[in-house]
């Protein structure tokens, strides 16, 4: 294929040159006898000056033929599928569409080649840490899309949720459909927000009970900002795209262990406050409480 | 609104200046940035005896709420707490003839401000109709609401910089609210129970203003 092109390249190069180099013949031969060929014998110089340029015509056109002979004719007619219809535009301002059309071609062709080689790499280095195993027989029970889920099917996921912990108040509210933002109380110790894009958690904000609860703003607190970067972190580690329903859980069960925020001392230090801040990182498998220094 | 711990700091053998400056030392050497200053008053109003039964009412001004005015009514048994508005005070001041206030019982705490990660720390200088009494260390936790879930915590961080000074339990009034949500009602009473003490206090007694 590579070299199929720079066969083709240089044929249509020297078709170029050999187009050139006609045109002079033909200005040579339209001028006729010009000053500079002086007054002395000018005959025959223009003759010498016309031979000159007939050869360089006959080599270039030797080049031709021999780039042509090396070229490998394709097997048959070329389908451009619907895109032949372009040609039958007439409008001035359309006709450029071909060219756009290739372009984005081109561009998909690369999606498609990067997002293959990022699949393989990634395939060899899961990041999927999630704990919890499960039988074969649940696993075959997976989802085909993760982005497009019924409101019933999420709703069921997060009532289901709300069943698994007592202390975890929650409360849906839907401001873009299907996509629900969940607001999940843990008792009085804090209150997350959580934007959903279909089954998967895409968002966690946590905040004092106090505090507004919209999902764009930081909490003033440090300890809240901390943890909400837990939860980002804790987020991207229970992402399942395989098993969405079962990442969501494993994340409640883990965001649960909050629960004791201010009240449980570190594991590894036995202190309660490390920089000003409570035990703000809870173990992944454990849920044991760490202080960020200290996990 | 967080939880809030008050307790008091013996001066020893320190001017009531010379133990804020060593407080305040610590706390800043601890990395807290002073955040201007506050102040917290508490007058005492007694009813006339032509009123019969005697009831007392202690207005305290916090200036962490400045358009509130609290108020606490003791009478017999019960103890009344009100939370108003600025325009309070001018009601006891219509009321003069029946409520007077005690002659030399103004007490203050007022003293820097500081802000340390999530904590606020106050330290105040306690006075009685300007007469130096001792040393009002206030804590805040501002994340936390509820007393019992970060006593312990507040423990730690109050003994990190008062040492041995610091309280080993809960201060006396938040005892049996450890559950409840913590409001600024609560740092009132703490404030009140604080003062009432230092008025029993015998005047100046082994205190250097
Ligand atoms: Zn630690």
């Known amino acids: 294929m590579e070299r199929d092109l720079a066969q083709l390249n240089v044929a249509l190069n020297s078709v170029k040159v050999l187009r050139s180099n006609v045109r002079s013949v033909f200005e040579s031969v339209g001028n006729g006898l010009r000053a500079d060929h002086g007054d002395d014998g000018k005959e025959n110089k223009y003759i010498i000056e016309l031979q000159e340029l007939l050869t360089t015509v006959n080599n270039n056109l030797r080049d031709v033929e021999n780039a042509v002979a090396s070229l490998t004719p394709p097997p048959g007619a070329f389908s451009l599928g619907n895109t032949t219809y372009l040609a039958q535009e007439t409008t001035q301002e359309r006709q450029a569409l071909y060219g756009q059309l290739v372009n984005s071609y081109k561009w998909t062709d690369k999606i498609r080649e990067y997002s293959a080689l990022a699949g393989n790499i990634l395939q060899t280095n899961s990041f999927n840490k999630t704990y919890k195993t499960l039988s074969t027989t649940k696993r075959r029970k997976t989802q085909t899309s993760n982005h497009n889920v019924s409101p019933e099917v999420i709703e069921n996921l997060i009532t289901g949720i709300d069943r698994l912990f007592p202390d975890v108040t929650i409360t849906t509210n839907r401001p873009f459909v299907p996509n629900p933002v969940v607001q999940a109380s843990l008792g009085r110790v804090l209150k997350s927000i959580i934007g959903f894009k279909g089954l998967m958690i895409e968002w966690v904000v946590v905040k004092a009970h106090a505090e507004a609860s919209d999902q764009w703003s930081d909490s003033r607190y440090k300890v809240f900002q901390k943890v909400t970067e837990n939860c980002h972190a804790a987020m991207c580690h229970f992402h399942s795209p395989m098993m969405p329903d079962l990442a969501v859980r494993s994340f409640m069960h883990w965001f649960h262990s909050y629960n004791t925020l201010f009240s449980a001392p570190c594991k590894r230090c036995g202190n309660h406050i490390h920089n000003n801040l409570p035990a703000t990182w809870r173990d992944l498998r454990t849920l044991e409480p760490y202080h960020e220094e200290c996990k | ?209």
Not at chain 2, 24 to 37: E, H, N, P, V
Not at chain 2, 106 to 111: D, I, L, T, V
Not at chain 2, 129 to 136: Q, V, W
């Open chain 2, 1 to 209: 609104m967080g939880v809030t711990i008050l307790t008091q700091f013996p001066t020893e053998n320190r001017t009531g200046p010379q133990t804020i400056d060593v407080l305040s030392k610590r706390i800043s050497a601890l990395g807290a940035s002073q955040q201007g200053q506050f102040l917290v008053d508490c007058e005492t109003y007694t009813s006339a005896p032509q009123l019969g039964h005697q009831r007392i009412v202690h207005v305290l001004h916090n200036s962490e709420q400045p358009a509130t005015v609290f108020s606490i009514l003791e009478s017999g048994t019960k103890t009344i707490p009100l939370a108003t508005d600025g325009l309070f005070d001018l009601l006891m001041m219509k009321m003069s003839s029946f409520y007077t206030s005690k002659k030399q019982t103004k007490a203050e705490s007022k003293g820097p401000r500081f802000e340390i990660g999530d904590f606020c720390v106050k330290l105040g200088t306690v006075t009685i109709s300007s007469n130096f009494k001792g040393i009002l260390v206030e804590v805040e936790y501002r994340p936390c609401v509820v007393p019992v879930m970060c006593w312990d915590l507040m423990k730690e961080f109050l003994q990190g910089f008062l040492g041995l000074s610091g309280p080993t339990n809960p201060p006396a009034y938040l005892q049996n609210r450890m559950q409840e949500i913590y409001s600024p009602l609560d740092t009132v009473h703490q404030y009140l129970e604080h003062f009432t003490m230092f008025r029993k206090m015998p005047g100046g007694v082994g205190m250097r203003p």
